[in-house]
Structure formats: structure tokens, C-alpha cells
């Protein structure tokens, strides 16, 4: 008897020690955390951290996070609450009413309305568009906004009902297409064209256990995208065709929402096809993709379709990042106008998860780039895109004066400059418009 007992005694002491000793030894691998998250760094003990008594909550909360087992730890606790009360413990993933779909909680809110900008964000940002759309053209560049689909637009009827008793009744996505559509912008719709034939497709456009959309549903996108840009420059271009599918399991992004939730085990979900492509020859043209996360699916290495079918595969994730990977990675060290019209197509990507953050900058990164250069040309020296640009510009110039003078305060202010500097009030009210356009169209964070 005394002998079992100093053998459970043993036991739990080696069990109490294991976490040190995987912390030491590191015996074990354990599969990384998914997510986003930062490790704290080890602190630095000196004198005055010791005496401030900040180095000993540095060192606890350092420590806690390097105990050994405490991944598996998280992954078994958020198993037992998923297993037990169906709570999910990571930030993002919605279990939908059919029990084994998973919709990331940001595409929701966006679907039903609760990111919605406001109109007159959308019809400014239209208007610009347009713009930089007739401007490009003249320089043989066709700018081109894109709308994937969006998996609460794909599965409205799993939706949770405390989603949709908040919804605002109109999303930023209806909106944008009323408004594009008024102004002329040219547009692909993905997310109309899936929805409208949600029961006409062979394979699965989404796992159960993503976000993003399947290979194969990037895989119809791009051959219309393709077949677009033929029609735009009238070349023969490659194509992708898929030769066969396979079914060996998830890739990609395929499973993104269940390795957010950070499980022991394994959730059921469908049958995902993964196909193989084939290429033909033909043309490629330079294309440029300003996106959000839903452009990974198409140019993952193990996928390529951009490398196979375009020139230069270029892409830029969220308008901050470059890929392929180059001396400046971010935008910040390009010539960013140079770079724009140096390309054949760009392509605005966005899927509603991210269409109240769209297009990500690009319309002031371009707009203030080329302003610079207008300012100081001679009228007489201005080409097409010039004139394009001055017509806008002057516009605007005159809505931003009449809102001046609809504000008393501002316009008191603009007739006190105008006698300062001894010019006529028209002069002083022009200026001032000026300067305020040229603001509006400046990057966040940029310095004078």
C-alpha cells in the first residue's frame, strides 16, 4: 500500500514539474497558437525597474507565457468551453444556425449594415474613382474595382438571428454599386454573380471551416477576370484550366476559422475539391492587384495563377504591403504614381469583410501624387489626363468655396487673411479652397 502510494505521489509530482521541464528541455513540440497575437519580450531587470516594481509584473507576465504545455493548455480549455457550452473563445469565428458552417463575425456585421461609412463617404469615393478610372485610360491603363463574394451575402439564411435583429437595413456593398453604377465606373460584381447561382456549381465555393473562398471558386473569378481583360485589349491571353481535383484534405485557407479557435480536435466539415491546373499560351498582361486577404487564395505558391497568367504577378495587400518581395516592400518606398501607370490593369479587390476600409488608401496615395506634379505645370502644357484632372480639380475647388461661405466663422477668417496678405477676397477664398482640396486627398499620416 505505502508503495502505490509513493508511486501516485511521484506521478503527480512529475506532473507538477512537467511544465518546467518542457519549459527547459523542450521534449515536446507543440503545434503553434494561430491568430494574431504578440509574444511579450523577456524584460530587462536593471535597478530602476526593481525599485519603479515594474520588473516583477514584466517578469510574471513573461514567464506565464513561456510555461511549458501552455499552448496545449489554451488549446485544451477552449476545447472543453467549445465542447461543453459551444462558446468559442477566439475573436472572429460565428457558429451559424446550421450548426457546422463558421462565418467570420466581420463579414456579418458588414452584410448587415453595421460598418455602413455613411452615402456621402461612397459617392465622394465613386466620383474619385471615376476619375482616376477616365484618367488612367488615357495612358492605357484600366483601373478596375473588384467584389469578391462574401460568405454572409453566399449564406444569408445561416446568419444568427442576433446579428440580423441589429442590422441597419443597407451595407456599404449595396450602396457602392448604386453609386458606381451612377457614375459610370466600370466593375466586376463576383459577389452578384456567385449569390445569383449559388445552386449551380459543381464544387464548393466555401469549406465550412473558412472565410476566404475555395481555390476552385478563385479559379472561376480569375478565368472571368481573364476573359475581361481580352475583351479590354484584344489579345489572346493565357488561360488556366483545371485538369483534374483532388480531395486529400484542406489547403490554404481553406480551415483559417477553425485554426483561429485554437482546438484539440478536429471539427467536421464538406468535401472540399482542390483541383490542378493546366495553362495555355498567350499573352500576359502587367496587373496589378491592390487587395485584402481574399487574393491569397489565387496567389499562394502553391496555386500561381497571377505568376502564370500575368507578366509580373504583382500585388499589394491592403495597399501597404508589395508582393513578390523587392527592395521596397512597402508602397511608402515606390514611386507610387509611377508605378500605377506603369501597369496595364490594376485591379481595386475587396470582399465585404473589408469594403468599409476600401480601396484602402489608393485613391489619395494616386490623387496627391499626380497633384503635385499638376500644380506646377503651364495650362498650356497640359495633355489629356491634364485636362481631366483640371476639370475635377476646379470643381472641387468651387464646392469647397461655396462651403466656405456657408460657414461663417471659416469665411470671417478667409476675409481677415485676404487683408493680411493684401489680396482680393476671391484670391484669399480660392487659396483657401486649394489648400483644403489638397489636404482632403493627402494619405493619413503624411507630412508636409
Request: with cysteine; charged share 25%.
Amino acid at each position: 500500500m505505502k508503495t502505490i502510494k509513493k508511486i501516485w505521489f511521484l506521478a503527480l509530482l512529475l506532473l507538477l514539474f512537467l511544465p518546467m521541464l518542457q519549459w527547459w528541455l523542450h521534449f515536446a513540440d507543440e503545434k503553434p497558437l494561430d491568430g494574431a497575437f504578440v509574444e511579450t519580450p523577456k524584460p530587462v531587470v536593471t535597478l530602476k525597474t526593481l525599485y519603479e516594481e515594474t520588473a516583477q509584473d514584466s517578469l510574471t507576465t513573461w514567464f506565464t507565457e513561456q510555461c511549458g504545455f501552455r499552448r496545449t493548455m489554451i488549446r485544451l480549455n477552449n476545447q472543453l468551453l467549445y465542447s461543453a457550452f459551444g462558446k468559442i473563445s477566439a475573436i472572429g469565428p460565428v457558429k451559424s444556425k446550421n450548426g457546422k458552417t463558421f462565418i467570420e463575425e466581420s463579414y456579418i456585421i458588414s452584410y448587415t449594415g453595421e460598418t455602413f461609412i455613411g452615402e456621402e463617404r461612397i459617392q465622394q469615393t465613386s466620383r474619385q474613382l471615376k476619375l482616376i478610372q477616365d484618367m488612367l485610360r488615357t495612358k492605357g491603363v484600366t483601373l478596375l474595382p473588384v467584389f469578391t463574394v462574401g460568405k454572409a451575402s453566399y449564406y444569408p439564411e445561416l446568419i444568427p438571428d442576433k446579428y440580423l435583429s441589429r442590422g441597419r437595413g443597407t451595407n456599404n456593398y449595396q450602396v457602392y454599386l448604386k453609386a458606381l453604377q451612377e457614375q459610370g465606373v466600370e466593375m466586376i460584381d463576383f459577389n452578384r454573380y456567385f449569390c445569383d447561382r449559388k445552386d449551380q456549381f459543381e464544387h464548393p465555393l466555401y469549406c465550412d471551416l473558412s472565410a476566404h473562398w475555395t481555390v476552385y471558386a478563385a479559379s472561376v473569378a480569375m478565368d472571368s477576370l481573364v476573359r475581361y481583360m481580352e475583351s479590354k485589349n484584344g489579345q489572346q491571353q493565357a488561360h488556366a484550366y483545371i485538369e483534374s481535383f483532388d480531395q486529400d484534405g484542406l489547403m490554404n485557407q481553406d480551415d483559417d476559422l477553425y485554426r483561429m479557435m485554437n482546438l484539440l480536435l478536429p471539427l467536421p466539415h464538406n468535401t472540399i475539391d482542390n483541383p490542378h491546373f493546366g495553362f495555355t499560351e498567350g499573352y500576359k498582361p502587367k496587373v496589378l492587384a491592390i487587395s485584402d486577404s481574399y487574393w491569397w487564395t489565387v496567389w499562394a505558391w502553391n496555386v500561381a495563377l497571377p505568376e502564370n497568367l500575368f507578366s509580373n504577378s504583382g500585388f499589394w495587400f491592403y495597399n501597404k504591403t508589395v508582393y513578390p518581395e523587392r527592395d521596397g516592400q512597402n508602397v511608402d518606398a515606390l514611386d507610387y504614381k509611377k508605378e500605377i501607370e506603369s501597369q496595364e490593369f490594376v485591379l481595386l479587390v475587396c470582399t465585404e469583410a473589408t469594403n468599409h476600409l476600401w480601396p484602402y488608401g489608393f485613391i489619395e496615395r494616386y490623387l496627391s501624387g499626380y497633384d503635385n506634379v499638376f500644380r506646377w505645370k503651364n495650362p498650356g502644357d497640359y495633355d489629356e489626363t491634364d485636362r481631366i484632372y483640371n476639370e475635377y480639380r476646379d470643381s472641387e475647388i468651387r464646392r469647397i468655396s461655396e462651403n466656405i461661405k456657408a460657414s461663417p466663422e471659416w469665411y470671417e477668417s478667409v476675409k481677415k487673411q485676404a487683408e493680411e496678405k493684401g489680396v482680393s477676397l476671391e484670391q484669399s477664398l480660392w487659396d483657401n479652397a486649394e489648400y483644403t482640396y489638397r489636404t482632403n486627398i493627402e494619405p493619413k499620416g503624411f507630412v508636409r
